[in-house]
């Protein structure tokens, strides 16, 4: 027991030392940036006047502009450990101009032969912060779930490879659809196997998701035959010639793929415990059991998506606001949009209860009963 504990701690602490020095790696990292990185040392600033925003009409909606003087000291480069003076400005709200503060490491754009004659910001230097809060999210996920959270993680990597190859292909004109369709079969698959193993209860919840998923963009793709045109006009970042229907059918159709994959995984993995616990349990009484598990996750599951969606609407919302635009109209163009993504979600974790129960009863109580059956 003593060695077993020994070794846990021991494990636990290369760990952290290993993830310590990613990070502390990231924070010194600015020799390895082609651009000059620089340190601010000092800042002083002064209200400069005002201007008017986006949309100002009268003198009240003017707001407060400032100029700040930044003492830079630069980080890498042939002008490495120079000083130099650097001019900001920004308006209060801070919209399209950033405010910068004393230790901010930022990106610096400078012109000169042999000395430096201007230079200006461009930017903060951010990575430091986001390999500090994965290495963070990493020991927690390893510690907490051990070699399951591994896994997790192997998969969240994969993911994010996945569809960064898929947004590759599809900027060298691969059908969008397609490679939809391909990266919800890889996410599914992949994800559910490489974290909970592979099983009979994993692959009852991967049939059970990708069942739901074409069950619900089936019933998307008929109420749009059926249902009307649907004005596109109002998404977001329009620009060329795009095919906005298919976009659209793309991010519905991976919109709920986690929350449906949740749904598929609780249920198969409760059900598989309780015929492992009972292998002689009635199935009327397993269907029973099914159905109010998922009962219990519905709610909080539909809720998840609803919030993940306001999210994602709210700031957009409120820089529109702000900017004299009137919340019914927000409402009449934003709004629709993220309704659909939201009701398409719900319905698919809707429809995942019972198609979970159905395949997960198949496959851990009726298949089991099975003489022929090999697994």
Known sequence: MENEKYRTYKWKAWLLATLFLVVFFAFHNERFYPSAIG?????????????????????SEKEITYEQTCIVRILNGEYKGEKITVKNSYSYSQVDTE????????FLSITGEKHISYANI????????????????SYLVIVLAGRRGIRTLLSLLFNIAVFAYGLKLYDQGVDLLVICNVLIVLFTVVTLF?????????????LSALVTEVLVIFLFRLAMKYGGEIDYAALDYITGDQDLET?????????????TMDVGVSIAAALNELVVKN??????????????????????MINVLLFTYLCGLFPVMIIEMKNSVRLLTILR????????????????????????????TVLLKLHKKSPASGM
């Open 39 to 59: 340190k601010i040392t000092k800042v002083t600033e002064k209200e400069n006047g005002s201007a008017g925003n986006y949309n100002s009409e009268y003198d």
């Open 279 to 300: 292998p002689k349990i009635p199935l009327k009484n397993l269907i029973h059991s099914g159905r109010e598990l998922g009962y219990d996750i519905m709610g909080t």
């Open 99 to 106: 405010k910068y503060r004393r230790g901010d490491k930022v």
């Open 122 to 137: 461009t930017g903060v230097k951010r990575d430091q912060y986001a390999v500090l809060m994965i290495a963070v999210l």
């Open 247 to 259: 976009i659209f059918i793309a991010s519905i159709s991976i919109a709920g793929l986690g929350a």
């Open 333 to 360: 163009l934003q709004i629709p949009f993220e309704i659909c993504r939201f009701l398409i979600g719900g319905i698919g974790i809707l429809a995942a209860i019972p198609v979970s129960i159905l395949i997960s």
């Open 194 to 206: 490489l974290v909970n193993g592979v099983n009979k209860r994993t692959l009852a919840a991967i």
